[in-house]
């Protein structure tokens, strides 16, 4: 029994070193810049959207830089926050995160150099992670996705 108990008390810790906690577990200070990165983030995807069917171009690229190095990894972020990051977020949510804003770095030079098609594709792909995303890591939030 003795035996068991000690099996179990090794596994959960092994699954809790695991298992990162996730968005839920992260401090109030960068909960909150996660937030107000998402917040903008969209703002600037609607910007974006009423650019692209205006053909302004120039706007995209900007918008499209800014989002790219609004990368919450990338930002002022204070060392003891950054670890936490990665302690408190799985490495997936991390990439997702880094693919996201690899993708507005496509859309922002495909906007550079007026290729309409890479422009709507790259939009689109953005589109798609922001839903990857929230349907995987953000359902707390975004109930109507669920399993
Ligand atoms: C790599 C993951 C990831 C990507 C990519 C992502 N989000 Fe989020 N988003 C989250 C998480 C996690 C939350 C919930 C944060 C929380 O609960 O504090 C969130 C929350 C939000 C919120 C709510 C913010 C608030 O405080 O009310 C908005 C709006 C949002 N995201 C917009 C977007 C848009 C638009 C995109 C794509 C253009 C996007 N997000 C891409 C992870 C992501």
Same mark, same amino acid.
């Given at each position: 029994?003795?035996?068991?108990?000690?099996c179990? /008390?090794?596994?959960?810790?092994l699954?809790?070193?695991?298992?990162?906690?996730?968005v839920?577990?992260?401090?109030?200070?960068v909960?909150t810049l996660?937030?107000?990165?998402m917040?903008?983030?969209?703002?600037?995807m609607?910007?974006?959207?009423?650019h692209?069917?205006?053909?302004? &171009?120039?706007?995209i =690229?900007?918008?499209?830089?800014?989002?790219?190095?609004?990368?919450?990894?990338?930002?002022?972020?204070?060392?003891?926050?950054?670890?936490?990051?990665?302690?408190?977020l799985?490495?997936?949510?991390i990439?997702?995160?880094?693919?996201?804003?690899? =993708?507005?770095?496509?859309?922002?030079?495909?906007?550079?150099?007026?290729?309409k098609?890479n /422009?709507?594709k790259? &939009? =689109?792909?953005?589109?798609?992670?922001? /839903?990857?995303?929230?349907? =995987? &890591?953000?359902k707390?939030r975004f109930?109507k996705?669920?399993?």
């Open positions: 029994m003795k035996k068991i108990f000690l179990l /008390v090794v596994l959960t810790s699954i809790a070193a695991e298992a990162p906690l996730g839920n577990a992260l401090s109030v200070e909960r996660l937030s107000q990165e917040l903008s983030i969209e703002a600037s609607q910007r974006i959207f009423s692209i069917v205006a053909g302004e &171009y120039e706007a =690229t900007r918008e499209a830089s800014n989002i790219q190095n609004s990368f919450i990894l990338k930002k002022e972020l204070k060392a003891s926050e950054r670890k936490e990051l990665h302690s408190k799985s490495s997936a949510f990439d997702l995160d880094r693919s996201f804003h690899e =993708t507005a770095g496509k859309l922002a030079n495909a906007a550079e150099f007026d290729e098609e /422009v709507s790259y &939009y =689109t792909q953005m589109t798609n992670k922001c /839903v990857q995303c929230h349907s =995987t &890591y953000a707390h109930e996705f669920h399993d």
